[in-house]
Nanobody, 115 residues
Framework: QVQLVESGGGLVQAGGSLRLSCAIS????????MSWFRQAPGKQREFIGN???????NYAESKKGRFTISRDNFKNTVYLQMNTLQPEDSAVYYC?????????WGQGTQVTVSS
């Protein structure tokens, strides 16, 4: 069993930044790729990017440049740094891990960007 807890969401003005955190209930060094997704109302869940155990990152093309994923193995936490936020970035943001053939998702954290 793996538990993920996202935090760091909130209300921010357009052009601002936020850093989201995803804390995992086991050693981060022992898990596979960690991914970030988001889902806006009425839209499908959208892939943002992921980070490998070795720290390599991969992003959706539309997210390159403004979004950065990092990890801190000592804190068992993965981060999503988001810059130059726009109202269209408003969504619930989720982290996910695939471990032992099973997907684990956090409960999500709401990000709202005001214009």
């Amino acid at each position: 069993q793996v538990q993920l807890v996202e935090s760091g969401g909130g209300l921010v003005q357009a052009g601002g930044s936020l850093r989201l955190s995803c804390a995992i209930s086991r050693s981060l060094a022992s898990v596979n790729v960690m991914s970030w997704f988001r889902q806006a109302p009425g839209k499908q869940r959208e892939f943002i990017g992921n980070i490998t155990p070795g720290g390599s990152t991969n992003y959706a093309e539309s997210k390159k440049g403004r979004f950065t994923i990092s990890r801190d193995n000592f804190k068992n936490t993965v981060y999503l740094q988001m810059n130059t936020l726009q109202p269209e970035d408003s969504a619930v943001y989720y982290c996910k891990v695939l471990q032992g053939g099973q997907e684990y998702w956090g409960q999500g954290t709401q990000v709202t960007v005001s214009s």
